[in-house]
């Protein structure tokens, strides 16, 4: 082989190269609505674990209970911008076309609920990294609602908490309790990881 043909098989395109790839993305990409229309959820939010969930519809007959994860569509205050949340296209969406949000239930009925601009506290317990932000994380930044004040939560009431990062969720700090006919599905954990955000904010 003469030097000539080496180099013009070394400078060959390698587009070809890229056709499984693009292919095996298309085939990832096809997957996820196909799950995001079904049984299956791919959360990319930080506030609780990041990947695959199994999502059941949830029986309005069987109470929620302290621990469970569940998706629901929160009652969020009147009076804010909320562009930066996002629409992703998966089924059963809130009224308005929102994303139901995958969240742990932290408390329900009986329990005491306490928040300030130091954090929440649970019949006197400190929920961990729960000081809300004034602020979203996006760029421009937004005012977020603030909910505040002492609560005895009644029956069919809970308070929702983003325990994978929960420094930047966007749960019950923000929107106060929910209530049981808000909630979409029960959620459960397929494959997941914790993922820990650093919000990349320049003034």
């Known amino acids: 082989m003469t030097l000539t043909k080496l180099a013009l098989i070394r400078h060959r395109p390698q587009w070809r190269r890229l056709i499984p790839v693009a292919f095996t993305g298309a085939v990832i990409a096809s997957a996820v609505v196909a799950w995001n229309h079904g049984d299956w959820r791919l959360n990319l939010s930080p506030s609780e674990p990041m990947g695959l969930w ?20 929160p009652h969020l205050p009147s009076g804010y911008n909320y562009s930066w949340l996002g629409r992703d296209q998966v089924s059963n969406t809130c009224p308005g076309g929102g994303t139901p949000y995958i969240k742990t239930i932290v408390a329900g009925p009986g329990d005491v609920v306490h928040e300030d601009r130091h954090g929440v506290t649970i019949n006197g317990v400190p929920l961990p990294d729960s000081r809300p932000l004034p602020f979203t994380t996006s760029k421009p930044q937004l005012a977020l609602p603030q909910w505040r004040g002492t609560i005895t939560l009644k029956a069919g009431q809970y308070w929702a908490y983003g325990a994978g990062d929960p420094r930047f969720s966007f749960d ?7 209530s049981r006919t808000q909630i979409r599905s029960i959620a459960h954990p397929i494959a997941v990881f914790k993922y820990l955000y650093r919000p990349h904010i320049t003034n």
Request: proline share 15%; with cysteine; hydrophobic share 30%.
């Open 172 to 178: 019950s700090r923000y929107w106060g309790p929910f």
């Open 54 to 73: 199994s999502v059941q519809p949830y029986q309005v007959d069987d109470p929620p209970h302290v621990g469970e994860i569940v998706t629901l569509c």
